[in-house]
T-cell receptor
């Protein structure tokens, strides 16, 4: 059965800190890995990764995938209080549905 | 707003009642997915459609749950004889095709008393 494990499950930082979120996975016929941000409502799409070693970047957020070691990281630099949210990692494999991790709760204090 | 929409946003019902939720995907998105999310967990897959065809149902989906997408546009999810364990956020997502990112709606929060 496909599995996605995120770590840590929660993190408290101060504004301006850099954080790294980890996601490891076991997926049959891997197709993609996705990151979402969830703030008390529906998940909003951040990144979709399909190839190893190619960093995707959007502002202060970036993500990279390692298909050999079966993990991805999401980096957030110069954190702001608005980055406080739950960050979800999900994979899509041969089953054609997203399998999510439990999520990582990030709290950024001023 | 051209995103995924869901209705209602909140539903409180008594155990044993039937409920129906609606999802309107992004226009021209062929795939539509239903997920369920409980507190402290990531969303769990329930079922999905390619146009009007329902292609997979999770074993989480008991026979009290049924979903339709009759014209390949909006979808409905019905829960019959609701139980307290059905209390959750029900999320709908859509994508253009198989290898595209899924965009989520705001969800319907169901509370069964």
């Amino acid at each position: 059965e496909d599995k996605v494990v995120q770590s840590p499950l929660s993190l408290v930082v101060h504004e301006g800190d850099t954080v790294t979120l980890n996601c490891s996975y076991e997926v049959t016929n891997f197709r993609s890995l996705l990151w979402y941000k969830q703030e008390k409502k529906a998940p909003t799409f951040l990144f979709m990764l399909t190839s190893s070693g190619i960093e995707k970047k959007s502002g202060r957020l970036s993500s990279i995938l390692d298909k050999k070691e079966l993990f991805s990281i999401l980096n957030i630099t110069a954190t702001q209080t608005g980055d406080s949210a739950i960050y979800l990692c999900a994979t899509e494999g041969g089953s054609e549905k997203l399998v999510f991790g439990k999520g990582m709760k990030l709290t950024v204090n001023p | 707003d051209t995103g995924v929409s869901q209705d209602p946003r909140h539903k409180i019902t008594k155990r044993g009642q039937n409920v129906t939720f609606r999802c309107d995907p992004i226009s021209e998105h062929n795939r539509l997915y239903w997920y369920r999310q409980t507190l402290g967990q990531g969303p769990e897959f329930l079922t999905y459609f390619q146009n009007e065809a329902q292609l997979e149902k999770s074993r989480l989906l008991s026979d009290r749950f049924s979903a339709e997408r009759p014209k390949g546009s909006f979808s409905t999810l019905e829960i019959q004889r609701t139980e307290q364990g059905d209390s959750a956020m029900y999320l709908c997502a859509s994508s253009i095709n198989r290898d595209s990112e899924q965009y989520f709606g705001p969800g319907t929060r169901l509370t069964v008393t």
